[in-house]
């Protein structure tokens, strides 16, 4: 039997995922003394990492909790993980803990007594009294990764948190239809109208074991000219589909709150905003592809045009580009305003009118700010949020707990859309393939009250699509 591996962990592992502990299966894993230095000097304050902190020492607590010094020296047995998902495989590893110093001195490739370089030769040290048995140190942080490479220790990054392997699998929410579709599953079809006289079809064919609740279907046209058929997948069971019509909102006469859709990708996008059955949806997309424009104008017109909504609430992660500017004077939404740029900008657009004066501008724009509502994610813990529109910006930089936190807060007859691009994450640890943007995208796809389009196109400007394709 081929023995199993020693993970010696590293603090940030811990304070990112606390339940790391129980992701090794059978291999052993080992914690070095100063990884607890850094977790008790961490467990202060109200931050998400000093929270994760305090969780990972409370679950040391647990399984140390009646164990004497020579059980903790032979290692502590990990349970089964916690609440874990069907077909993932528990834990049957031991945990151990630095009990004696190093036999070892650092390298003098090592200067100093930085607890990075504490933590590498304490692997050092496991590495000299194991030889039989394959060492890595697991750590996200990249410049320790490199410097345990330089001195003999094999390392890796935390990729239990991956959703995917490569960004290039992450369901876009759309696909194409081949261009002899009726003719492979056309025989047995089915048509009728809907109560709202939308044309629904039900097709049989293998493409449908492919298709996805809510992903829209383009059927190319003939022409050049023509945009051909654009559908939406409404039940599916096995190699039977129910295929529905979408509306058309690049049409001159179904603009959402005086806009349009510009291509495709964006008429995918307003069907999900205005459909009453879609509770949740996410759009990604490069900057200037429309995603804030179409979803500030949907929610305006689903909460003043129509009494679905009580009122909009537009929430950010508050993580700077460069450097942070300091402590901001007022209220919470007062906070908030120079954070909210991109809703200040959209506002404008979907309100200029070259008809209306200064007296009709100044009565709309008081009254969206009684309907339009900005918070801070800092204060979402608790809150129940009922018949809102909740638009969640930048959530590229929300970690998949975040991002659990924030969809739980939904009461009945909200909606909550999501918008990030996963090419400006600013959050440290987080990559394209570890965000929580990305982790909701996979988690929810099926879902038949949950929905997602990927933007393609931008359409802010010529200059802004040119930049974003050379630059």
């Not at 679950?59 to 077909?87: C, F, W, Y």
């Not at 200067?111 to 370089?117: E, I, L, Q, S, V």
């Not at 603009?255 to 964006?266: D, F």
Request: contains cysteine; proline residues 5%; hydrophobic residues 35%.
């Amino acid at each position: 039997m081929k023995p199993s591996r020693i993970f010696v962990l590293d603090t940030n592992v811990l304070m990112h995922d606390p339940s790391s502990l129980f992701r090794f299966e059978e291999h052993d894993l080992f914690i070095p003394m100063v990884v607890l230095e850094e977790l008790d000097a961490a467990k202060k304050g109200t931050s998400e990492v000093s929270r994760n902190a305090r969780q990972v020492s409370r679950v040391l607590d647990d399984l140390m909790r009646g164990r004497g010094h020579a059980e903790i020296k032979t290692g502590l047995p990990l349970p089964a993980v916690p609440n874990s998902t069907q077909g993932e495989s528990p834990a049957t590893g031991h945990l151990f803990f630095q009990t004696r110093p190093p036999d070892l001195t650092l390298p003098d490739v090592l200067p100093g007594n930085k607890p990075d370089n504490s933590i590498l030769l304490t692997a050092l040290s496991v590495q000299q009294e194991f030889p039989e048995r394959k060492l890595t140190l697991v750590s996200k942080d990249i410049n320790l990764r490199i410097k345990s490479a330089i001195v003999g220790v094999h390392s890796e990054d935390y990729y239990n948190d991956q959703v995917l392997d490569d960004l290039d699998l992450l369901y876009r929410g759309y696909d194409d239809l081949p261009a002899d579709f009726w003719q492979s599953h056309g025989e047995t079809m089915e048509s009728w109208q809907d109560e709202l006289g939308r044309a629904c079809y039900r097709v049989k064919g293998p493409l449908a074991r492919e298709w996805t609740q809510n992903e829209f279907l383009h059927l190319p046209g003939e022409t050049s000219a023509d945009r051909g058929l654009e559908l939406m997948v409404q039940n599916l069971n096995g190699e039977t589909g129910e295929l529905r019509v979408i509306r058309d909102f690049r049409h001159g006469k179904t603009p959402v709150w005086g806009i349009h859709a510009k291509n495709r990708e964006q008429n995918f996008a307003l069907n999900l905003l205005m459909d009453p059955e879609i509770d949740f949806v996410t759009l990604l997309g490069a900057a200037g592809t429309g995603k804030t424009l179409l979803t500030l104008a949907a929610g305006l017109a689903q909460t003043l045009d129509e009494p679905r909504f009580r009122e909009i609430i537009m929430t950010r992660v508050t993580v700077p580009v460069g450097e942070d500017i300091g402590f901001l004077p007022g209220t919470e939404e007062e906070k908030m305003t120079p954070w909210m740029g991109a809703l200040m900008d959209n506002l404008e657009v979907l309100t200029q009118t070259s008809e209306a004066g200064d007296w009709e501008r100044a009565a709309t724009n008081d009254l969206l700010s009684k309907r339009i509502k900005i918070r801070s994610l800092n204060f979402m813990r608790g809150r129940t949020f009922l018949n809102r529109f909740i638009i969640v910006d930048e959530a590229q930089n929300l970690t998949s707990k975040q991002m659990r936190t924030m969809i739980t807060r939904c009461g009945p007859g909200t909606k909550m859309v999501c918008l990030g691009n996963l090419g400006q994450i600013d959050t440290p640890y987080l990559s394209e393939t570890t965000s929580g943007l990305t982790y909701v995208v996979d988690r929810f796809r099926g879902w038949p009250h949950g929905g997602h389009v990927t933007l393609a196109r931008g359409e802010r400007s010529r200059l802004a699509a040119f930049a974003s394709d050379v630059l």
